[in-house]
């Protein structure tokens, strides 16, 4: 009914990332989610997620999020803004973002860093508006990534 947190997870999201330390202004982030790609553990529901009344999968294949401005908060903390696309509907979104951590990857030797951002957004902002049991119109959206410098 919605009262608690379904979570759910995208198998298919293609994304470039570009992270610049020194000069946080020329950062940017674009995502694109395979929306069939679906994936709440509940075979029924995502069926529906994927039909006409919801994410509309075969006329909207795509969720995309593209960055406008990334801000640098303080040392650990920035704040992604741009613009997220569902079902052809685009509305501003900001993701709010930790660095979680800074180190070298022991594989290829280059320094890498770990992000978690979180934003939230109301489905029905993107014309999803039937009811689905276990599906709120408030949706919290975390992304985690791990980026490596280019060797």
Do not use: C
């Amino acid at each position: 009914m919605g009262m608690s947190h379904t979570p759910g997870i995208f198998r298919k999201v293609d994304s470039s990332v570009k992270f610049d330390d020194k000069k946080i202004e020329l950062s940017s982030v674009t995502v694109s989610i395979d929306t069939a790609s679906v994936d709440t553990a509940v075979a029924q529901r995502d069926s529906a997620l994927r039909s006409a009344d919801w994410f509309d999968a075969e006329k909207n294949p795509q969720i995309t999020f593209a960055s406008k401005s990334v801000r640098r908060i303080d040392d650990k903390n920035y704040v992604i803004s741009g613009d997220l696309t569902i079902r052809g509907v685009t509305r501003p979104v900001d993701f709010s973002t930790v660095l979680t951590a800074r180190t070298t990857n022991p594989f290829l030797k280059v320094p890498a860093v770990g992000f978690v951002a979180n934003a939230k957004i109301k489905r029905s902002d993107f014309g999803m508006t039937q009811i689905l049991f276990a599906v709120s119109d408030e949706v919290d959206l975390k992304i985690a990534l791990e980026m490596n410098q280019k060797p």
